[in-house]
C-alpha cells in the first residue's frame, strides 16, 4: 500500500498530471494583514492548481533575497518539480526603508518592472485559451497567476494603486489571479476582488528574537 492509499487503502489516490482547463477560474483573491501565511497561501493554491493540470505562474515583486535568508528556497526547488508551475522573481536584494543597504530607487523599479511583466503575462493569457502545455513558458498564457508581494510594494508607494486595479481590470474573465501582501488594509481592491483575506498576528516568533527558518520561511 502506497502512502497515497490512505490508512485504509480506499482513500484519493495520486493520478498523472496531464494539461487541463479550469472550468470555474476567473475569481480576484487578496491575502493581507500582518501575519504569517499569505505567500504559503497561495503557493497551496498554486500547488492545487497544478495537481490538476492547470498553467500555473507565481511572479514575486519584493523578496529578492536577504543576508539571512538563502538565496535558493524551498518553494523553488518544489516548483521545478512540478509540472505545470513556474516561477520568477524580480525583487532587488534587501528590503525597501529598512536601511539595509539596499537601493530603495531599485527597489522602485523593480516592482514597476513586474508589474509591466505581470501585464504581459495578462495579456497572453487573454489570447489563450483551453488546456495550455505543462512545459510552456508564462509567456504563453497561464490559467492562474499569483502576484506575491504585490501589496506590500502599493503599500510601501513603490507602486500606484490604480496601476494594480488596471491590472485587475485587464484580465481576462477565466484567469484566477491572486495578490498577497502588505500589512494595510487595500481598500482600493474593495470593490475589485471576490474574495479578501486579512491573515492577522496573534503570536510570533520573530517577536522573541526567531530568525527565518529554512523549510518554514525559506
Known sequence: M???DGPGGDGPRAEPIE???????GLVQVWW???KGKTTAALGMGMRAAGHGYRVHLLQFMKGGTGSVEDVRGEYNAIAEL??????NAGHY????????????????RAEGALARAREIVA???????????????????HMLLLDEVLYAANRGLLD???VVALIEDAPDDLELVLTGGHEEPDYLREHADLISEVGKREHPIDAGQGARKGTEF
Open 2 to 4: 502506497s502512502d497515497a
Open 19 to 25: 494539461p487541463a482547463e479550469p472550468e470555474e477560474f
Open 33 to 35: 494583514g500582518d501575519g
Open 83 to 88: 509540472p505545470g508551475f513556474s516561477y520568477e
Open 94 to 109: 534587501g528590503w525597501h526603508g529598512f536601511l539595509d543597504g539596499s537601493d530603495d530607487d531599485e527597489h522602485a523599479a
Open 124 to 142: 497572453a493569457s487573454t489570447e489563450a485559451s483551453g488546456p495550455l502545455p505543462l512545459s510552456g513558458p508564462a509567456d504563453d498564457g497561464v
Open 161 to 163: 494603486p490604480d496601476d
